[in-house]
């Protein structure tokens, strides 16, 4: 058993998420690393962070494990706040750079759903795909007393080899009926 170290882009703590028709805020709790993945010598790991115009991005980090180089980048939509990222291997082979990159979504103009992305790179190249959305949320979240909510950290992807065929599986938060 080992630990490492390194730096990488300079983030800081993610605001609560935002969320449509409702006074209620998201507990996005810190900015820790919620998620990582192994592949290639390249540990893939992700957070939410606060963006520049203070929306809650989705941080994704790739530290190499022989030279502990980070890359990393902040996916940011304005309006829209990003939590709880997960990662797992998506190529057709075991050397592919392809990583599907699930995670939860809400904004002042949306409720709370679950969406994904495709993101292929190495090093400080990251190239996503569009969303594809898994779950619309369908109403706010509004659970506990207090006016923050918990919602989504449990949300988690993985593969399932089998065969040629990629499949992964995942898990989310969204809201109906008030809750998740």
């Not at 941080?59 to 939509?77: K, P, Q, W």
């Not at 990662?87 to 103009?109: K, W």
Request: proline share 4%.
């Amino acid at each position: 058993l080992f630990s490492l170290q390194s730096e990488g882009l300079p983030t800081s703590l993610a605001p609560d998420g935002r969320q449509k028709g409702a006074n209620d805020r998201l507990n996005t709790f810190d900015s820790r690393i919620w998620s990582a993945m192994y592949l290639n010598g390249v540990v893939h790991m992700g957070s939410h962070v606060n963006t520049e115009n203070g929306d809650v991005g989705l941080f994704y980090g790739r530290m190499d494990i022989n030279s502990l180089n980070v890359d990393a980048e902040v996916l940011h939509t304005p309006g829209i706040d990003y939590g709880f990222p997960s990662f797992a291997s998506f190529g057709q082979n075991p050397e592919s750079d392809t990583v599907l990159v699930n995670y939860i979504y809400t904004g002042p103009n949306e409720f709370p759903g679950q969406q994904q992305r495709i993101c292929t790179g190495r090093g400080s190249q990251f190239d996503w795909s569009l969303p594809s959305t898994l779950k619309t949320g369908i109403t706010s979240i509004n659970v506990l007393q207090e006016n923050r909510e918990r919602w989504g950290d449990y949300t988690t992807a993985v593969r399932r080899y089998t065969g040629n065929r990629i499949e992964t599986w995942v898990t989310g938060c969204f809201g109906e009926g008030g809750s998740y």
